[in-house]
């Protein structure tokens, strides 16, 4: 599937130390009304969690780190699931002697220190909807 999308407004932004990473992304999302875009972050995290959809059992596994950690890189998508504009961000994390980590960025992730940068996109919606054959929405 190939869709073509101009680019538009771009925000850029800080979070506050403490703050849910995906949690407080999503509330800026919200409130912009944001239904196409591409988001990047960067910064550090004092924990976090991170998931792994698991081919087989068509589910997602969790994994939780409770250190500090940076923000290597974290990129992603935002498009609408379920009525309502959605982020899906994959990060990736550093620890203090280099040993990175990655997956899908998900709640429970507590900022240090984090800025971002939100591209949105003029053109069509991109609809999330269930794929029988992956078990996900997408779009």
Same mark, same amino acid.
């Given at each position: 599937?190939?869709?073509?999308?101009?680019?538009?407004? &771009?925000?850029?932004?800080?979070?506050?130390?403490?703050?849910?990473?995906?949690?407080?992304?999503?509330?800026? =999302?919200?409130?912009?009304?944001?239904?196409?875009?591409?988001?990047?972050?960067?910064? &550090? =995290?004092?924990? &976090?969690?991170?998931?792994?959809?698991?081919?087989?059992?068509?589910?997602?596994?969790?994994?939780?780190?409770? +250190? &500090?950690?940076?923000? =290597?890189?974290?990129?992603?998508?935002?498009?609408?699931?379920?009525?309502?504009?959605?982020?899906?961000?994959?990060?990736?994390?550093?620890?203090?002697?280099?040993?990175?980590?990655?997956?899908?960025?998900?709640?429970?992730?507590?900022?240090?220190?984090?800025?971002? =940068?939100? +591209?949105?996109?003029?053109?069509?919606?991109?609809?999330?909807?269930? +794929?029988?054959?992956?078990?996900?929405?997408?779009?």
């Amino acid at each position: 599937m190939l869709k073509k999308f101009k680019p538009s407004d &771009a925000y850029m932004g800080r979070l506050e130390k403490g703050d849910d990473l995906l949690k407080e992304l999503t509330n800026i =999302v919200h409130q912009k009304k944001i239904e196409a875009a591409s988001i990047k972050v960067i910064g &550090a =995290v004092q924990k &976090a969690k991170i998931g792994y959809y698991d081919q087989d059992e068509f589910e997602y596994k969790y994994k939780e780190f409770d +250190q &500090a950690l940076e923000i =290597v890189s974290c990129i992603g998508n935002i498009s609408i699931l379920e009525g309502k504009p959605f982020i899906h961000a994959h990060i990736i994390l550093a620890d203090k002697e280099g040993n990175c980590y990655g997956g899908h960025l998900a709640e429970g992730s507590k900022v240090f220190a984090a800025e971002f =940068v939100i +591209q949105t996109f003029e053109g069509n919606k991109l609809m999330r909807e269930f +794929q029988d054959d992956t078990k996900l929405k997408l779009w």
